[in-house]
């Protein structure tokens, strides 16, 4: 009976390990897949990227000599592409909207804020501002959340010392 409870234990344990690395080795397929498909959508829009950087559900990858941000998003079975022209960008800044909870435990289900961490640019004809999304605070754990703030500020960094700034020349008083 001891045996047979042992051997039992012995199998669920090795079928666990065992599905961990099938888990690990799927998550990693669908890596390089979304870096595959984001370099023949660099090729076909004739971007070189210097860097790129792996969210949850998209790739960014950012060409530097032509100033574009290409967005490669999984939705489904299907990739959508945006691109973002740094020459056309007045302003990037951080958006992060924390989730907060009340202190009430009866209602720990209730969320005061949605919490939302992406990177919005606004456009120098003032057409709709885009965003690149990071994290939903619904959906990340909190340890999550402060390595992707860490990435948007980063990025937001990177990308605001990227945008032409424009100067304007007053006239010196003598």
């Known amino acids: 009976m001891i045996i047979t ?10 079928l666990f390990f065992g599905s961990l690395s099938f888990i690990s080795v799927y998550a990693k ?22 860097s790129q950087e792996i969210l ?3 790739v960014i990858g950012i060409d530097g000599i032509h100033r574009k941000i290409l967005i490669l ?9 945006s691109i973002i022209s740094l020459d056309e960008v007045q302003h990037c800044q951080l958006v992060d909207d924390e989730v907060v909870f009340p202190d009430d435990c009866k ?3 209730q969320q005061i804020k949605t919490g939302v961490l992406e990177l919005q640019f606004e456009f120098n ?5 885009a965003s690149i999304t990071f994290a939903t605070g619904l959906t ?30 007053g006239k010196a008083v003598a």
Not at 151 to 156: M, V
């Open 5 to 14: 409870l042992i051997f039992i234990l012995f199998i669920i344990g090795l």
């Open 29 to 50: 397929r669908k890596k390089e897949k979304m870096f595959r498909q984001l370099s023949r959508e660099g090729i076909t829009n004739g971007l070189t990227f210097c």
């Open 56 to 58: 949850e559900d998209k």
């Open 73 to 81: 998003e999984q939705k489904k079975n299907t990739y959508q592409t």
């Open 107 to 109: 209602n720990l289900g």
């Open 125 to 129: 004809n003032h057409r709709q501002a």
């Open 140 to 169: 990340n754990s909190k340890r999550e959340l402060a390595l992707l703030r860490a990435k948007a500020e980063y990025w937001c960094v990177m990308f605001s010392k990227m945008l032409n700034q424009q100067v304007s020349i």
